[in-house]
Each structure stands twice: as C-alpha cells, then as structure tokens.
C-alpha cells in the first residue's frame, strides 16, 4: 500500500527559471496538470499548477489584445515567481491512505514524492489514486454486485464468506461501507459470476437482506452537519 | 406471410451444464413448445443444424483458443475458463453446430429461401470473446454470423442489436474498431449487473468510433424505459447506418418474472422491441433479420416470448 508502488516515477519536471510559458506548454503536451520545481541536484524547490498558470496570465492574454508590453513581460516571467515554494510532499513510504487523506484535507491533486534529501522521486496524483480504486473495486474484471445490509456485530462477513464460498464462487472484492445506518453495514460484494440468482437465494434464505440497487450508496455525507471534520496531522518530511 | 426459419435441433441440449445452472438444456424445448402450442410450428420452415468449417470461427477467434476449447470438453473438464461455463464432453460439438446452423441459415436468407429467422441454439455466445470463454458462453454466434455475411456473401454493413439484459461485451469488443459492423445494446446498467461494461461513453475505438452504441438501463425499469431509450439511441443510428442485414441477440432475461436481473420488461415490452426492430429491417434491410438466443431463463416465460418473437418475423 505504499505510494511508491502506485505513483508515476517519470516525471516531469522543471527549473525555476523556466519560463511561465514553456511550463504551460509542458502541461498541455502531456495531458498533466502539475509540474514540479527541482533545482540541478533534483531537489524539489517548488511546484506550479495549471491553475498558477492560468491566474498568472494577462485577463485578455488569450483574447490577444493585450499590448505588446504585456506580452513581452509574461513571457519573461520565470515559474519561480508563481510557482508554490516548498511544497507539501511525502515519503516513498506514505502509504496510499495517507495520501487520500493528506489529498482530501490539504485539497490538493497531486503530492510529489521525495526521498529524504527532499530530492524527488515521483508524483502521486488524484489519477493514480482513481486507478488503484477503481483496481480495488474490481471494475475491470466480469462480475456482478450484490449489497447486503448486516447488522453490525462480529460473524456476519463470514457467514456470508462461507454460504457464497460453498457455491463455487469467486471474490472480485468485498467492501464494507460505514455511515450507513445506526448499527448496520452495508456489505458489497463483487462476485465473479453472472450465475448470481441462486446467490441471491441463498442469502435471502439465510436470513440476509439484499438492498434493493436504486438504494445502494457507498458514501454520503455524515448526517450530523455541524460535527466537525477531524483535522489531520502529518507532517510532511 | 413470411418466411421464417427456425433452426432448431435437439443436439443443442447435449450442452450439460450440470444442477442449478440458469443456462439448462430445458430452455429449448420450453421455446419449442411455446411455437408449437401457438399454433406457429407449421408455418416456419424448420432448420436442422450442421456443423461449421472452422475457417468461419477462426475469423472471430483465436486459433489456440479454439483448440483449448475442445482440448476442454473432450478431455472431459467441467469447467472451462470460469466456473460459471460449466461444459461436458459435447459442448465443444453443441457449440459448433450453433455456429453452423446459425451460417447455414445466414445463406438461405441470402439466397432468398428464407426472410428472416429465429435460430434457437445453446450455448449462447455474446459474451465470448476472441480468446476467452465468458457468462455461459463459448464462441461468439452472432460475430461469427456478421464475418460471414461480410467474407462470404459481400455485405458490407451488418447491424447488431443485443437486447439481452446483460451487456455483450464480447460482441462489443470484436467490433469497436470497426465501422462496418454496428453494435446496439440495451442492457441492465454495468454497476448493477454482469458483465461489468456496456456503459453509455463506450461507443467504439479508432475507426470504429461512433459505431457502438450502449442504452444502460437502471434496475427496477420495464417497458417505458426501454420505449425511451430505444427510439433515442437505436432507431436514429440504424437510420443512419442503414444496415443491409440485421442480426438480433435476443436475451428474454429482462423480463419481471426472470430473476437473473432486476429488470420489469413486460412480455408487451418484448413484442415492441421486436416490432420496432422488424420495422428497421424493412426499412433498411430488404427484411433480412436472423436473431439468435442469448439468455433468457425463465421457464414460464420463455414459451409465450418465443412464440410472439417468431410471430412478429411471420408477419414482419
Ligand atoms: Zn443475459
């Protein structure tokens, strides 16, 4: 679950007098949206974002109608002077919770990732994250979803293990979403079958009770808008 | 009155599947008693099956695959490549004579002996792909028919529409490259049932782009749904396309009494998404539809769906 194992090791990356310009062009090339700052030792010194860029710009740059002066002094301008110095970043040895967590709560879209010279080892972005999840969920593999509502107290998942296991059927993934209601889980499990109508009926059987699909949800809002959000601690090394 | 093919053979129930398997050889007699009680059997023109020269599946699948197949089935395997594709030693040889009676009544539709057709085989096929056996299926009936209508008898533009409630991801994936075959699906959306894919941004790769065309349904919907969904996505692409033959994947597992989904299609719906479907073929395709069975698992429901299914292609 270490980050190093799901983050993008060639990155791209530029110096602090690159031009503004250049760096936007870079992004656009190659279809990403952070850039990070290193000096010639490949330590990172800063980080710019399309968004630096883009609030960089003259308002009517795009329109062409700003003067030429304008225009000679944007190109002139150097990432180092729009750019976020000493960035937020992680360890190799973050582990990919840490870095949902640090994403959510810092709102970034991307940590680079250095070793502990701070020089830079990759970059994890909200992509790389997308695709471990979506890895996790098991989307990419043929199957089918089942969510069970369970009471929550030590046993279920194994029963339910155990009744699907003694119908030949596979796992893709089980997941088990919380924030649902008072003393109840919500099971999902992806099921590597289309055979899933004598799985259903088994489980009905048992006892279990299969949420009706219009019904599933795997996240929502607590319910309680005034509780606040934990803040999170960890210090970037 | 038409004419209308029905290519049925008892040899397609030598396809074991084993207990408490949905896709069971009890399936097609239930469809051929539906015709019979309905009074509809002497008026089809009854096919037998045969079996098909490889070089037709080699077209759609990978040789080694094939040969892994029959090295399965025969070497007496349960299972082959998941344990829901439960096989016996005659699957492999069921399996060929699906493709072969389906061919065969490919070239009487051409040839003008028939109009259009109900092939009643086992096992199905839209979920195989070109190199693995998926959902109960083994070789991919309905591509391998598109090839040979294009290798064979110089079609150029042959239009598929799979109405089984799951996504045929297999017929999908053989042809999203390709704009001389369009792929239409309606299906239960993929986040709710197998396979998994068929969702509405897939609409085909490269060349093929714009040539796929999936309608993901939500669970609980019946008929209106479906009325909306088709007369949006299919009919103005079919339109367009102007397929000069049409081969139909016809799945009766959405219907509210099969459980194999979460689907209400009435057995009404069914007949208006066969009427519809009739209709495109005259318009665009001189009549010429083959449809070939998917899924479809309720015994109570199959005979009266059956029976209406080659109803509408007698009176097309
Ligand atoms: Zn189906």
New interface residues.
Partial sequence: MFVSRSMTRKVITVDSETPVIEAQELMADNSIRHLPVVDQNQQLVGIVTDRDIRSALPYNYLKDTCSEEQREQFCALPVKDIMTKDPLAISPTYTIQDALLLIQNSKVGALPVVDDNRRLEGIISVRDLLRAFINVLGIGEPGTLLCIIVKEEVGQLKKIVDAITAENVSFGSVLVARYWEEDKRAVFIYLLTQNVAHVKKKLDSLGFTLLDPMEWYLDQLPTNESSPEKKLTIDPP | MKKTGFLYDERYQLHLTGD???EMPDRLPCIYRGIQEAGLLSRLIHIKARRADMKWIEMVHDGRYIMRFEAACLSGKSMFD???NQVCYDTYEAALLAVGGILDVVSRVMEGDLDNAFCAVRPPGH?AEVNKA???CYFNNVAIAARYLQNQWGIERVGIIDFDV?HG?GTQHIFEQDSTVFYYSIHEHP???????GREFEIGNNSGHGFTKNSPV???QGDDEYKRLMQKDLIPAFDEFKPEVILVSVGFDAHADD??S?MKLSTAGFSWIMQRIVELGRQHSKGRIISVLEGG?SLERLPELAANHVEILLNA
């Fill in positions: 408490y398997h949905p998941s344990p829901d979920h998926m959902g109960f799951h991801n986040s709710f049932a197998y396979p998994g894919t939500l669970p609980g459980d194999m979460d698992y």
